[in-house]
């Protein structure tokens, strides 16, 4: 059974950082792509980073150059540095991780039937 736990959330002033940490545990494939997705209120699921095991990332358009996806495989630990945050990027955010990859993949709510998925973690950021 694949288990994610994140943490690493809280409030923030805009133009803070916050670095989110999603631990995962049980997922036995080399093949793999790790996510992070977040919802606010009245939005839909939206993917704002992966990165797979052969290393290729993706960011948002409305994060790049202020989000970072790291990973640390030794701790079998992904991680979702966030700088210069500014209001709207308050959300839940929830980590994923699936051997297929996540680009194109959204809905209505958080989580999506895609995947594994942690319980998500509050990120404020206030004005």
């Known amino acids: 059974q694949v288990n994610l736990v994140e943490s690493g959330g809280g409030s923030v002033q805009a133009g803070g950082s916050l670095r989110l940490s999603c631990t995962v545990s049980?997922?036995?494939?080399?093949?793999?792509?790790m996510a992070w997705y977040r919802q606010a209120p009245g939005d839909e699921c939206m993917l704002i980073s992966s990165?797979?095991?052969?290393?290729?990332?993706y960011y948002r358009d409305s994060v790049k150059g202020r989000f970072t996806i790291s990973q640390d495989n030794a701790k079998n630990t992904f991680y979702l540095q966030m700088d210069s945050l500014k209001p709207e990027d308050s959300a839940v955010y929830y980590c994923?991780?699936?051997?297929?990859?996540?680009?194109?993949?959204?809905?209505?709510?958080?989580?999506?039937?895609?995947?594994?998925w942690g319980q998500g973690t509050q990120v404020t950021v206030s004005s």
């Open positions: 994923a991780t699936e051997r297929r990859t996540f680009r194109g993949v959204y809905g209505p709510h958080c989580p999506l039937a895609f995947g594994d």
């Open positions: 049980g997922f036995t494939s080399d093949d793999w792509n």
């Open positions: 990165i797979s095991s052969g290393g290729s990332t």
